[in-house]
């Protein structure tokens, strides 16, 4: 059982992740958001590694639901138009995205910056998540 000051990690189904840039390193649930965290490295293709940032009308879609839950926060990522400018090809970063809360179950999710995504967008299909009741964690150490 889940109190209100403590969150759920969420498993992610390693078989259904594929090796993408950021890469999505884990998966918390709580009554007042869903936070995602990732990880990415400057792309080699840029000669300073290039910049990152996220669009403010990024969501979450459960599949068999149409309910989208909204981006409410960035942390170490900024907001459209804003840019983080990598210094070199050998940088990285860790950020998190929170949305609202999605159901604490397991399910299988995407994540939409752009409905129309080019391949500068972070899109990402068929998330499955697995909730463990060992996996509650406490929001203090987050």
Known sequence: MTTI???L???LDAENQTESNPEILRVILSDQYTR???GYVAPWIYVRGGWITIAPHTFIKVNGSSKYYKLIEARNI???PK???FDSTEDWIVFSLYFEPIPKKDCQFDIIEEENPTQNDFNFYNIMITINNKSEVDN???
Request: charged share 15%; aromatic share 16%.
């Open 36 to 38: 995602i965290d990732f």
């Open 5 to 7: 000051n403590s969150s």
């Open 9 to 11: 990690l969420a498993e």
């Open 140 to 142: 203090a150490n987050y």
């Open 83 to 85: 840019q983080f400018e």
């Open 78 to 80: 900024p907001i459209a």
